[in-house]
């Protein structure tokens, strides 16, 4: 600073000078806030929730394949490989509900593409189905149960908003349950398959008819009987509603 100006400076009180030290002046930048892209909707010009606050009642088929693959609510995500959402028409009249997936599906991605599923896909072709056309097949959990156990009631209660959410854009005109674990948790009682069988229950007013699950039928040979009266009977039920 030369001369006259420190004078002038002294004269108008305004010494000492105070500067940055020369490492500190290269940090002094303040962030810069960074620009925030938000969504808005083209009719109102407000904001569109994303999905991460939306309710799952209110989510669409993509809200609610992304809410799936992120879930982390119960224990189950933690050894999973992936989720698996779901498969088939998303206008199908029919709704196939299995318990959980296996190892198989864990590992690809979609329900009953195992031995039991096997078995799904024949007992679908014996009464003219065809997993994807007018078909849609779901499990009451979304992540493998360890050791292929039973779902807990836990586990079950955390993912039945997603299966709840699926019916109600699928609208399905009837629903068959794929063993006592589907079955019991949609109609929310405790009975045995036995016991449910033959009779046409209700969920939230769709029709829903119980029957084993494939994997029981491969180790129990007699009950394939059983099952396939179980088919003739959605399948006249289905007739009826036409
Ligand atoms: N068993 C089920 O209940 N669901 C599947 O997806 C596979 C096997």
Not at 155 to 171: G, H, V
Not at 206 to 228: G, N
Request: proline fraction near 7%.
């Amino acid at each position: 600073m030369n001369t006259r100006r420190r004078q002038i400076l002294k004269e108008l009180n305004l010494l000492p000078v105070w500067r940055l030290k020369p490492g500190i002046a290269k940090q002094s930048t303040l962030p810069v806030p960074q620009a925030v892209e938000v969504e808005h909707s083209p009719l109102t010009s407000e904001p569109v929730k994303d999905s991460a606050q939306l309710p799952v009642s209110e989510m669409n088929w993509d809200q609610l394949k992304a809410a799936v693959s992120q879930c982390v609510a119960c224990p189950l995500s933690q050894a999973r490989t992936q989720t698996v959402f779901g498969v088939g028409d998303e206008n199908a009249d029919w709704l196939f509900v299995g318990e959980g997936p296996g190892a198989r599906e864990d590992e690809i991605g979609e329900p009953f593409v195992g031995q039991a599923g096997k078995l799904l896909d024949q007992m679908l072709a014996a009464i003219q189905l065809k997993r994807g056309e007018g078909v849609y097949i779901a499990n009451i959990v979304k992540c493998r149960p360890p050791n292929n156990r039973n779902p807990t009631l836990n586990e079950a209660q955390q993912c039945e908003p997603f299966l709840t959410r699926q019916i109600a854009l699928i609208k399905p005109k009837l629903i068959v349950t794929l063993g006592k674990v589907a079955a019991q948790n949609l109609l929310n009682r405790d009975d045995s398959i036995s016991s449910l069988r033959g009779k046409v229950h209700s969920y939230s007013g769709i029709p829903l008819i119980v029957t084993y699950h494939p994997a029981y039928l491969l180790r129990s040979l007699p009950d394939k009987a059983k099952a396939w009266k179980d088919l003739c009977f959605a399948r006249a039920t289905m007739q009826s509603l036409r």
